[in-house]
């Protein structure tokens, strides 16, 4: 149980393309998803907590309009990475739980590379 | 600011010892402990969760959880090649289910 899948894997584009990552919960309902970004050698940086039917909260120093989220259903969260320069290349991982106090499941991450 | 330390190693064991993985946290309000293991290119995968004070045995892993000390660790017995990865120890539940991790400790187990 607790599978996350996410979607693309990889993505290879050029600057100025905005590209889409979605983040799936399959087996579980996930009222929160969260989005990280991983440059490389670097620990998990979390960038926003994504909430079903409402706003995301961002983290301090991440750009809301830049990265836009969406939490359309119980098991649907997307991540717009809007214009993306390279700079904005990265490894993005989401991940969900399903109780407040139970651990976070992770997508297996999608790697961006802007050309 | 909530925050959770690790020494960034690396940490090299040969094969076949225990390795152990320290990590110390600044909440007191956390409630939740997890273990991660990141594979490099990878996402982080969960090894162990633990709550209360003690250890936790899961196969090879252990986890221990002192809460008066504010300090959690992995132990890992009989340690593989496959094992050589970055750990990454996470606290939560001390204010809403974010987690806040550590930057991780990478090991190498040598042959």
């Known amino acids: 149980g607790a599978v996350v899948s996410q979607h693309p894997s990889w993505v290879i584009c050029k600057s100025g393309t905005s590209v889409k990552i979605e983040c799936r919960s399959l087996?579980?309902?996930?009222?929160?998803m969260f989005w990280y970004r991983q440059f490389p050698k670097q620990s998990l940086m979390l960038m926003a907590t994504?909430?079903?039917?409402?706003?995301?909260?961002?983290e301090q120093g991440v750009e809301k309009d830049k990265f836009l989220i969406n939490h359309a259903s119980l098991t649907l969260s997307t991540l717009t990475v809007t214009s993306a320069h390279p700079e904005d290349s990265s490894f993005y991982i989401c991940?969900?739980?399903?109780?407040?106090?139970?651990?976070?499941?992770f997508g297996d991450g999608t790697r961006l590379s802007i050309l | 600011q909530k925050e959770v330390e690790q020494n960034s190693g690396p940490l090299s064991v040969p094969e076949g010892a225990i390795a152990s993985l320290n990590c110390t946290y600044s909440?007191?309000?956390?409630?939740?402990f997890f273990w991660y293991r990141q594979y490099s290119g990878k996402s982080p995968e969960l090894i162990m969760s633990?709550?209360?004070?003690g250890d936790k045995e899961d196969g090879r892993f252990t986890a221990q959880l002192n809460k008066a000390s504010q300090y959690v660790s992995l132990l890992i017995r009989d340690s593989q090649p496959s094992d050589s990865a970055t750990y990454l120890c996470?606290?939560?539940?001390?204010?809403?289910?974010?987690?806040?991790f550590g930057t991780g400790t990478q090991l190498k187990v040598e042959l």
């Open positions: 994504s909430n079903e039917g409402s706003k995301a909260t961002y």
């Open positions: 909440d007191r309000g956390s409630q939740s």
């Open positions: 991940s969900a739980g399903i109780e407040v106090l139970e651990p976070q499941h």
């Open positions: 633990i709550y209360s004070n």
């Open positions: 087996d579980f309902q996930a009222t929160t």
């Open positions: 996470a606290g939560g539940g001390g204010g809403g289910n974010k987690l806040t």
